[in-house]
């Protein structure tokens, strides 16, 4: 029987595993999922304890599957959790629902040993889409795969280039935001690199550790997220004309003259464009050509992120209380050099002025968002298959070069059916699948996708040719 390996627990593994074994899919494969260290469906986002890290989405749009929209306010209506739907609850909710979705999927499946958990990191895959693949994990377990899936979620991030050897050996400097180090005493002065919504988790779990901390925000536009409305408001009425015009203008100067047209009219709520903008996004953005995504991440990047990734009120409450009280400054600046063993020497250019000034900190937090940089990463796996040619960095440095089905692109050019990718490092082709709402959609497409490849005998499934791509397929990796 063939069996698919799918590499990542967290969201949007937990998402294709789940679409893989729901009632009504052909049981045609067995499926090895590679979890790691963390327990299946939790990831990094949903792994969180801390009852202030909130989604960002409101409950009523939170499931696991397409068409099962509404599934986590039935789940927490069961649990007797006073939630409705506009609401915006802790983030570890959402994983207790993922992991009982998961488990009554399996019961429901009928065949328990269909799927094999494994809780072990994938450090290799080699092979091809006519011979099948091998999968190998950190302990020298290995897997013979018809069909690999990557779900690895965003990769290690690395230190800025403007830390010092001493500053990364002294402890004082945290690269993933997600693990700190253990300290002797509570740091007095705090300072965050970044302020996009991973910042912004930062900086409440540290003003709650340490309630006597300043805390500084250091980024290059010092823009936090912009907040969500308390109530869902109503669709933009002529939405679809807005992105008619931006499909047939596929040009970022274009679209920022007619988005600045649309909303300079004061009866536009600006929160209903952006929304309405979610679904066509991945379409718009495969319209793009290279110097024009280019542009947009250049460019205009800063100004759209805090625009689409809006923080809950409760959480722009609490930001905004931390820099009443003084506890909290927003600096925007240019991080120049990051020296000394601690306290820490953090040098900035204000955004503006030529003038450089020094900040001290005990500790110093990089939370600069999501890491998608393949090229040169820590990540072992990601790593081993580009150094192998199995896959290739995406140009712009946003995750690996992919179609929009998610296959996989080698370094001879073509893609491979069975070699798939799904979450974050999507990025380069869709632009946004790491939420929720755009993993579900891409793991039910990979999910089918695969039963019919699958149904292919292996010699027969051959890599498509990256030649005669049509223009507007989405793979920057082309020109």
Not at 31 to 46: D, E, K, T
Not at 362 to 381: E, F, R
Not at 382 to 397: F, H, K, N, S, T
Request: glycine share 12%; hydrophobic share 45%; proline share 7%.
């Amino acid at each position: 029987m063939p069996r698919i390996v799918v590499i990542g627990g967290g969201a949007a593994g937990s998402a294709l595993v789940g679409e893989l074994l729901r009632p009504g899919r052909p049981a045609g494969a067995d499926i090895v999922w590679l979890v790691g260290q963390r327990a299946p469906g939790r990831g990094i986002a949903y792994s969180t304890s801390a009852d202030h890290h909130l989604l960002n989405v409101r409950a009523a749009g939170m499931g696991l599957f397409v068409d099962d929209v509404g599934a986590f306010l039935k789940y927490t209506a069961a649990r007797g959790l006073p939630v409705k739907g506009a609401d915006f609850v802790p983030r570890s909710w959402f994983g207790d629902f993922v992991e009982s979705s998961l488990a009554r999927l399996v019961a429901e499946s009928g065949r328990p040993g269909r799927l094999s958990v494994q809780s072990r990191e994938a450090v290799a895959v080699r092979g091809d889409a006519a011979l099948g693949y091998t999968v190998t994990a950190a302990d020298g377990e290995s897997w013979r795969a018809d069909a690999v899936v990557l779900a690895v979620g965003a990769l290690p991030p690395a230190p800025l280039a403007a830390v010092t050897p001493e500053a990364l050996h002294g402890g004082a400097y945290v690269t993933d935001p997600w693990q700190w180090p253990t300290l002797a005493q509570a740091p007095e002065r705090v300072v965050v690199v970044g302020t996009g919504l991973t910042a912004v988790d930062v900086l409440l779990s540290a003003s709650t550790l340490w309630p006597h901390a300043q805390l500084t925000a250091i980024s290059r536009h010092g823009q936090l997220p912009r907040t969500h409305a308390s109530h869902p408001g109503e669709p933009y009425p002529h939405q679809q004309e807005l992105i008619d015009a931006f499909e047939a203008e596929p040009r970022i100067g274009a679209w920022l003259r007619t988005a600045r047209a649309t909303l300079a009219d004061e009866d536009v709520d600006w929160r209903a464009v952006v929304d309405g903008l979610r679904g066509a996004t991945p379409g718009l953005w495969r319209r793009l050509g290279d110097a024009e995504r280019a542009r947009f991440v250049r460019h205009l990047r800063w100004l759209w992120e805090p625009m689409r990734h809006r923080m809950p009120p409760q959480t722009a409450t609490a930001i905004a209380r931390l820099r009443t009280q003084g506890r909290l400054r927003i600096v925007a600046g240019r991080v120049l050099a990051v020296s000394g063993e601690g306290p820490l020497d953090v040098r900035i250019r204000p955004r503006g002025g030529e003038i450089q000034r020094s900040l001290a900190a005990d500790l110093v937090i990089q939370a600069t968002g999501l890491t998608t940089l393949a090229d040169g990463t820590s990540h072992p796996l990601i790593g081993q298959m580009i150094a192998e040619d199995l896959v290739r960095p995406d140009r712009l440095g946003l995750g690996l070069c992919a179609d929009a089905q998610g296959r996989l692109r080698g370094a001879e050019g073509t893609v491979a059916p069975t070699l798939r990718v799904i979450g974050s490092l999507l990025r380069g082709a869709l632009w946004e699948c790491s939420g929720l709402p755009e993993i579900r959609a891409m793991a039910r497409v990979i999910a089918e996708d695969l039963v019919r490849e699958l149904a292919v005998p292996g010699a027969r499934r051959i890599a498509v040719a990256a030649t005669g791509t049509p223009a507007g397929s989405g793979d920057a990796c082309l020109h």
